[in-house]
């Protein structure tokens, strides 16, 4: 019998693969493809306090190895989800984390206010990534400090596990890990999308509306497992690692870097199937493995 449940802040899990938030919607067109009992969680859509349509196309672009994305955070809105869409997903047996998003401390309190209570949600994944408006656009997730402060706002307002998320766009991402974790943070995501732009050469304009945005898929996986590696020495709290993940092979290799648990972000787009494939992967490979329990593979890299 192999064993791939894992405990993350109190939430019990019964495997480690989750959907990374952005990726999947809010589950309704994978529900077509299999059924969403088989998943170990689902990060939901970046929720902010009011519906936003997010940037003008082109907002996608294929990149060697990956994909850029300039979305721009279209989501309904925290009304709209606890209204239209938590309901429905309900209907599942799987923790469902709400990915929130904020311009300002203040934001990042008041999404929380409105979550907090709303039965349906097991934990929050705090995105501090994105532009902090009212600081001269600084990132939230760049500074320590103000990672910090975003998580005791947060902290503040729920009793809710918080899941911090890390930017990848940092010279030291340790640094903020630590700095999450003494303010409160229960486990910690990584990584985020890395900075990044394309130009079409007969254009000579950027690929995306935007200019710039965000790299994910293949390409960054060795950047991810770095950093899951970095951070796992520095804090004690879980980790969730996701960058590039598009089998079982790639997912091991972050367990061994350090991560509790894992999550499948652009690869859903090109292969809607890949979170139940790398489910029934892992528990292949642990049998011929002969290791009959995911979590001893945590952090066990050999260096
Ligand atoms: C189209 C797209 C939209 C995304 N939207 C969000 C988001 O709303 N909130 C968030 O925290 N991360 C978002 N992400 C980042 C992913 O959740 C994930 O951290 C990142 O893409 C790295 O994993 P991957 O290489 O498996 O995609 C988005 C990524 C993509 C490709």
Known sequence: ??????????????????????????????????????LGAIMVKG???????????????????????SVGLQ????EGFIKNELPWLKQYDVPVIANINGHS???????????AGVSGISALE???SCPNVKNGGMFFGTDPVMAGEVVKRVRAKTD????????????????????????????????NTVLAMAIDIKTRRPALSNVVGGLSGPA?????????????????????????????????????????????????LSNPMVAVEVIDGLKMWLEQEKIEDIQHLVGGVII
Request: hydrophobic share 50%; net charge negative; charged share 15%.
């Open 126 to 128: 705090v995105n501090i």
């Open 160 to 191: 809710l596990p918080l899941i911090v998320k890390l930017s990848p766009n940092v010279t030291d991402i340790a640094e903020i890990a630590k700095a999450v974790e003494a303010a409160g943070a229960d486990a910690v995501s990584l990584i």
């Open 1 to 38: 019998m192999i064993n791939l449940s894992v405990e993350i802040a109190g939430i019990k899990f019964k495997n480690p693969v989750m959907v990374a938030s952005g990726c999947y919607g809010f589950g309704r067109e994978f529900s077509n493809f299999y059924d969403l009992n088989l």
């Open 47 to 69: 929720l902010t306090l009011e519906p936003r349509i997010g940037n003008p196309p082109p907002r996608i672009a294929e990149t060697p190895a990956g994909m850029l994305n």
């Open 220 to 268: 960054v996986k060795p950047l991810a497992v770095r950093m899951v590696w970095q951070v796992a020495q520095a804090v004690s709290v879980p980790i969730i690692g996701m960058g590039g993940i598009a089998k079982a092979e790639d997912a091991i290799e972050f367990f061994l870097a350090g991560a509790n648990a894992v999550a499948i972000g652009a690869a859903n």
């Open 75 to 78: 989501n309904p809105g925290v």
């Open 105 to 115: 401390y203040e934001e990042f309190a008041e999404i929380t206010d409105r979550l």
